[in-house]
């Protein structure tokens, strides 16, 4: 009773049909949890859509609660213009939040610091007005220039890749905007023949703002959402590249809104420091020891904060020693004997948003109330360091602080007069490391615009060469150890893109590296587009879950340095690992393969090695399993199988397969799938790397033809032949192609269930092509 009326965040849904079709919310602020019916959210209630599998292109958006229609068990939905009835799984109720969105008439007068989003880096000027596609569609067309960092001042760059612009004005329901964006610095170096196919994936990000526009009400962060059209590049005429997408407002614009467009999803320092402000009370709640302390101020006077929080237990009287070269501001944090130490790092590159969810994702899980997280808290002391330039971030810079220096190149140099974040960093880093244990852990994310997927760059022979080793040795197998975890954890880690051996001289991770001599010294990156293994793009969720499995692999790695002789490695530890022989012992999610599990055998269902088939419906009188219950649109569906495992106890153990990410990556019972040997449809891919095109399925039958990066083509059928993924090619006369059989990876892994080195990116639908109007990624053969 005492939380009615109280608006909060469903965080247990009937995943498992154990609850009766109830779910739990959490009152925002609290700890207070409630068990209600889903048909209780009110009227009027913000949602956030996910989910969905007819309707994909609506993932992520916001949403209004018109009603609950209990006939159907589904809630009537307001989403950008249309009425849809959801199912209660689908929605995720939003807290109110108060606006950080506000005009460029109220920003003008006042501080940078203080807008609410990274200063817009970008200015927009129609172009030729209006325009007519093949079908008639008029465009209005506008042509953005990308301000680079630092411009006006001595100190400019080309760096510009970030961009945020807004707009203003009447535009009828259903007319569409087109942005050709000019002066990115990503295309610059793009080729022809590749380049196109780098921007699949690559969906700009909207929010509409004032008069109810957009559904959520005023902007919270949560308001974004995809734009609501195609994206791709054009040739301009003198040979360059423009980045283009387009963007249709269903419900038009009137006199007093406006829309802001983003490269990706914002993350201003309005939120950041709102997100530690309000995190600090929910960990010190869950008995944590929480110094939020004041590091150093940057060049242009912004803090530059260091955030410490372990386990409250254990701790001393004595207190950290002042860092040297640095004036005091205040007191330092306690020390904790016996814990070792954890130092986290992020936005050095101001643009690269996704770094903040990322963090944002750790340090919600240390603020859960899972085993794992108490764990980690009582074992280490975690040092974070949430923003590193703060200047760059406020300035709308992509890559750049004030003085156009990319603060990731001055590690080891860095001065406290020119380079006061670097410099406060490294103080904190080592002092960590001297006083407070040892270096466990170093992680400083990032955010990558000209590589796939999520991955991990560690520089091996700096930790061996400051452990009196060589390049290779036992610090480069645990840092690809705890690469493994991570991409067993997380499947948007594709550790084919990993590099254990990346020499980058004044980065962080290479000089924290040589001067700690810790293993585990990691460039943690993440696309701003998508992985190879799904066709979805990446938004806020995988960023999140990234920073969660971050710590999650954390701990099956401290699993496997101790003595484990149930599973017979006795006195093995992660110094010298094999990966191979690890593999069966990562959990992955609440699924443990165990050693003697079908799950590991070269056999069963894997990334790398497919299984294939079609899911079935109930048979007459049995009820439908609650996985296809809330996803019956699979039903029928041919689909592929990526990861199995065995649940339950000795007879009533039951197999489970998992979809690929593109067909849900749920679990599905063996006994609902009726098995193939291959699956036929429609299949695109683009050529990431030369490949060969051979007569038969078997790779190693006669060569037809090779293909060149860049090129797109059609499939239709996928099976696995002697251990690889092939795919045979439709047959094209007007391009003067045959049919013929290619292999989605170069190389398979050690872990088939890490799929392996991929040479075909799978493509949501045919491309356009150059010489059709509008946008396009693929070039012909």
């Given at each position: ?7 909060g965040?469903?965080c ?10 109830l ?30 599998k007819?309707r ?11 009603h ?30 108060e ?17 609410a989003f ?5 200015t ?21 220039l ?18 945020y ?23 610059r170096?793009l ?16 929010c ?28 301009n ?43 600090r ?31 409250s ?14 004036a005091?501001?205040?007191s330092?944090?306690?020390t904790f004997?016996?814990?070792r ?19 944002e ?7 859960s ?9 009582q ?17 709308g ?11 990731n ?38 955010a ?5 997927g999520?991955?991990l ?13 060589g390049?290779g ?29 990346d020499?980058?001289?004044g980065?962080?991770?290479?000089v ?12 943690v ?6 992985g190879?293994?799904?066709l979805?793009?990446?938004d806020?969720?995988t ?13 099956d ?5 101790r ?37 590991c ?12 088939g ?12 609650h ?14 199988f ?17 979809l ?46 090779g293909?060149?990066?860049g ?5 239709d ?6 251990g ?7 047959a ?50």
């Amino acid at each position: 009773q005492k939380l009615r009326g109280e608006k909060g965040w469903v965080c247990v849904t009937d995943a498992d049909g154990s609850t009766d079709g109830l779910v739990i919310a959490q009152a925002c602020g609290t700890d207070a949890t409630a068990t209600v019916r889903p048909y209780q959210v009110e009227d009027g209630t913000l949602v956030a859509l996910s989910g969905l599998k007819g309707r994909p292109e609506l993932n992520g958006q916001s949403g209004v609660v018109q009603h609950f229609v209990r006939e159907k068990q589904r809630y009537a939905v307001q989403v950008r213009g249309e009425s849809l009835l959801l199912r209660p799984g689908n929605l995720h109720v939003l807290p109110a939040v108060e606006s950080e969105v506000r005009s460029e008439v109220e920003a003008a007068g006042q501080a940078a610091e203080e807008s609410a989003f990274n200063e817009p880096a970008s200015t927009s000027t129609p172009a030729s007005g209006s325009a007519s596609g093949p079908d008639d569609t008029h465009f209005l067309i506008f042509d953005v220039l990308v301000r680079p960092d630092a411009a006006g001042t001595p100190f400019e760059r080309i760096d510009c890749q970030w961009f945020y612009f807004g707009m203003s004005g009447e535009i009828a329901p259903g007319q569409t905007l087109r942005f050709r964006v000019l002066g990115l610095s990503r295309f610059r170096k793009l080729r022809a023949a590749n380049g196109p196919l780098l921007t699949d994936g690559l969906r700009p990000v909207v929010c509409a703002l004032g008069g109810g526009v957009g559904g959520g009400g005023r902007g919270s962060g949560t308001d974004w959402s995809f734009v609501d059209g195609d994206g791709g590049v054009e040739l301009n005429a003198d040979g360059s590249l423009a980045f283009v997408f387009e963007h249709t407002p269903r419900r038009g614009l009137k006199l007093g809104e406006e829309l802001y467009f983003a490269l990706t999803y914002p993350y201003p320092l309005r939120r950041i420091q709102e997100f530690i402000t309000a995190l600090r009370p929910k960990l010190i709640s869950r008995g944590a020891y929480v110094k939020r302390e004041h590091l150093t101020d940057s060049l242009d006077g912004r803090r530059v904060e260091l955030l410490t929080v372990t386990s409250s237990s254990g701790g001393s009287r004595r207190r950290a020693p002042a860092l040297p070269g640095l004036a005091a501001r205040g007191s330092r944090p306690r020390t904790f004997p016996g814990r070792r130490s954890i130092f986290v790092s992020a936005r050095v590159h101001p643009g690269e948003t996704p770094a903040s969810f990322i963090l944002e994702g750790l340090l919600g899980f240390l603020c859960s109330k899972s085993p794992g997280a108490e764990a980690l808290l009582q074992r280490y002391v975690f040092h974070i360091v949430p923003v590193l330039n703060p200047d760059g971030v406020a300035r709308g810079h992509h890559r750049t602080d004030t003085l156009g220096e990319n603060l990731n190149r001055v590690y080891g140099r860095a001065t406290p007069e020119e380079h006061p974040s670097i410099a406060a960093a490294e103080a904190a880093c080592s002092a960590a490391h001297e006083r407070q244990g040892g270096l466990r852990l170093y992680l400083d994310l990032h955010a990558h615009s000209n590589r796939r997927g999520a991955f991990l760059l560690a520089d091996g022979g700096a930790a061996a060469s400051a452990n009196g080793g060589g390049v290779g040795g036992g610090t480069g197998g645990s840092a690809r150890l705890f690469g493994y975890a991570l991409a067993r954890r997380c499947g948007a880690v594709e550790f084919a893109q990993s590099d254990f051996e990346d020499a980058m001289p004044g980065t962080g991770k290479s000089v924290v590296a040589a001067l700690t001599g810790s293993p585990l010294c990691f460039t943690v990156e993440s696309s701003y587009t998508r992985g190879h293994h799904s066709l979805e793009p990446f938004d806020p969720s995988t960023w999140l879950a990234l920073g969660h499995a971050c710590l999650e692999a954390l701990l099956d790695l401290d699993r496997l340095e101790r003595p484990l002789p149930s599973l017979g490695l006795d006195g093995w530890h992660a110094d010298t690992p094999s990966l191979e022989r690890a593999g069966g012992y990562f959990a992955d999610g609440d699924r443990r393969t165990d050693a003697d599990d079908p799950g590991c055998g070269d056999s069963a269902a894997s990334r790398g090695r497919p299984l294939f088939g079609s899911i079935c419906g109930p048979l007459e009188g049995q009820a439908l399993p609650h996985a296809l219950l809330m996803n019956p649109d699979l039903i029928g569906k041919s689909v592929e199988f990526i990861e199995e495992s065995w649940v339950g106890q000795a007879a009533s153990r039951q197999r489970h397969l998992r979809l690929h990410d593109q067909d849900g990556g749920i679990w599905i019972r063996a006994a609902d799938i009726a098995f193939k040997d291959a699956q036929r449809g429609r299949f695109f891919y683009g050529v990431l790397a030369p490949l060969e095109v051979s007569a038969e399925a078997p790779s190693s039958s006669a060569r037809l033809c090779g293909l060149s990066p860049g090129t797109v083509i059609e499939a239709d059928e996928r099976r696995v032949v002697d251990g690889e993924l092939r795919a045979r090619v439709v047959a094209d006369s007007s391009r003067g192609s045959t049919t013929g059989w290619v292999s989605e990876y170069r190389t398979t892994f050690f872990d088939p269930r890490l799929g392996g080195e991929v040479q075909l990116m799978r493509l949501r639908r045919p491309p356009k092509l150059p010489e059709k109007p509008g946008p396009y990624y693929a070039f012909p053969i």
